[in-house]
């Protein structure tokens, strides 16, 4: 049987050197690295104003607002979502969430597939990577051919 403590998961620090409200801290507790054959699942943390940048996933994604109050953009829809609070984004639609409350985010996201390709719509910094995959025995990032 497979578990993650998402109190005790080691988590990476991004912070991006053209936009400061993009930092966050996350960790992929489950992926196909880690012995899943159908799911994967990432936890992050935003601080007050904080936001994860636009991005695409290759898999659909639940995202589960554990704890404060998350602007969920997916496409062209704009939602506010609290604790509690499911929000579907589908496969390789470009989607961002910003923490709009005044204390921390916390955020689970399942995703439909043990292997997930994650395609920023910018790097964090000049010459940075903007692929991010989850699943490979250690994640991978790579700048795009460009």
Same mark, same amino acid.
């Given at each position: 049987?497979?578990?993650?403590?998402?109190?005790? $998961?080691?988590? $990476?620090?991004? $912070?991006?050197?053209?936009?400061?409200?993009?930092?966050?801290?996350?960790?992929?507790?489950?992926?196909?690295?880690?012995?899943?054959?159908?799911?994967?699942?990432?936890?992050?943390?935003?601080?007050?104003?904080?936001? =994860?940048? #636009?991005?695409?996933?290759?898999?659909?994604? =639940?995202?589960?607002?554990?704890e404060g109050t998350a602007?969920?953009?997916?496409?062209?829809? #704009? #939602?506010?979502?609290?604790?509690?609070?499911?929000?579907?984004?589908?496969?390789?639609?470009?989607?961002?969430?910003?923490? =709009?409350?005044?204390?921390?985010?916390?955020?689970?996201?399942?995703?439909?597939?043990?292997?997930?390709?994650?395609?920023?719509?910018?790097?964090?910094?000049?010459?940075?990577?903007?692929?991010? =995959?989850?699943?490979?025995?250690?994640?991978?990032?790579?700048?795009?051919?460009?």
């Open positions: 049987m497979l578990t993650a403590d998402l109190s005790r $998961i080691e988590l $990476i620090e991004e $912070i991006s050197e053209l936009d400061d409200r993009e930092h966050l801290r996350f960790g992929f507790p489950l992926s196909s690295a880690g012995g899943t054959a159908s799911t994967a699942a990432v936890y992050f943390e935003l601080d007050p104003g904080r936001r =994860v940048g #636009r991005h695409t996933d290759s898999a659909e994604e =639940v995202l589960v607002v554990l602007e969920a953009v997916v496409g062209d829809e #704009r #939602r506010t979502a609290g604790a509690g609070t499911l929000v579907v984004v589908p496969a390789m639609a470009p989607h961002e969430v910003t923490n =709009v409350g005044d204390g921390p985010l916390r955020v689970l996201g399942v995703f439909s597939s043990a292997t997930v390709v994650s395609t920023f719509e910018r790097p964090a910094a000049p010459g940075a990577e903007q692929v991010f =995959v989850a699943g490979a025995p250690v994640p991978l990032a790579a700048p795009l051919p460009g």
